[in-house]
């Protein structure tokens, strides 16, 4: 009975072990966990930047070749004098520019006569725009002749009825700043216009009408050298 009893023991202690070790081995058995990669970044191309439009810059008008600076004296129901540069002249009326001042004188574009296009005098050129700013008071804004008909080259034209002898017929403009309301005065009663060869000359006028608000006669004399 002691030996079944031992062997009984024994048996017990070996079941013992056993299970312990199917613990022991069930345990260190677990499935290993396999690590995720991480998925590698695509690269994107960085934008391409679309170009800018090229700006337009719109030429500036043609003042032609040549320029005058001469001075402008007026009296009458109102006095002003004072000098001036024009450009504006170095071009004929349709905007063409004047290639020398002997060309001006005999009122020639491109070589050939300057017709069907009014010949005007040098003269201040300070009409404000729409938006200013307005001259001081007794600024000549403007103190000029433009003739219509043909323009017969260097020398004196005019007489005293506005038509002179070679078909000439005048459009005079003559306004001088004052208080923000120009005086303006036009149709002298003579007038006269004389061009030297070289470009350079001489205008002047007598009693000018005023028009509309503008009271009285302006006289006057504009005098210029061709550069």
Not at 120 to 131: N, R
Not at 167 to 173: K, P
Not at 180 to 186: H, L, S, V
Request: hydrophobic content about 35%.
């Amino acid at each position: 009975m002691r030996r079944l009893s031992a062997i009984r023991g024994t048996l017990a202690a070996m079941g013992m072990a056993v299970a312990l070790a199917a613990c022991g081995s069930s345990s260190a058995a677990g499935p290993s966990a396999t690590p995720s990669s991480t998925p590698s970044a695509t690269p994107t191309a960085p934008p391409t930047a679309s170009p800018s439009p090229t700006a337009t810059v719109a030429p500036s008008p043609s003042t032609g070749g040549i320029s005058f600076t001469g001075t402008a004296s007026i009296t009458g129901s109102v006095t002003a004098s004072g000098s001036f540069t024009d450009t504006l002249e170095g071009e004929d009326a349709g905007g063409r520019p004047y290639e020398s001042c002997a060309d001006y004188a005999a009122d020639l574009i491109d070589g050939l006569p300057d017709t069907g296009v009014a010949f005007s005098t040098p003269s201040p050129q300070a009409i404000p725009g729409p938006t200013g700013p307005i001259p001081p008071d007794g600024t000549i804004e403007q103190a000029q002749l433009s003739l219509d008909g043909t323009w017969p080259g260097p020398g004196v034209e005019g007489n005293g009825s506005g038509q002179s002898t070679k078909g000439l017929t005048e459009h005079a403009s003559i306004i001088i700043e004052s208080a923000g309301n120009p005086a303006n005065f036009t149709n002298p009663a003579t007038w006269e216009v004389d061009v030297d060869a070289d470009g350079s000359g001489s205008m002047t006028f007598t009693d000018a009408q005023g028009t509309a608000l503008t009271v009285g006669t302006a006289s006057g004399t504009v005098t210029w050298t061709c550069m």
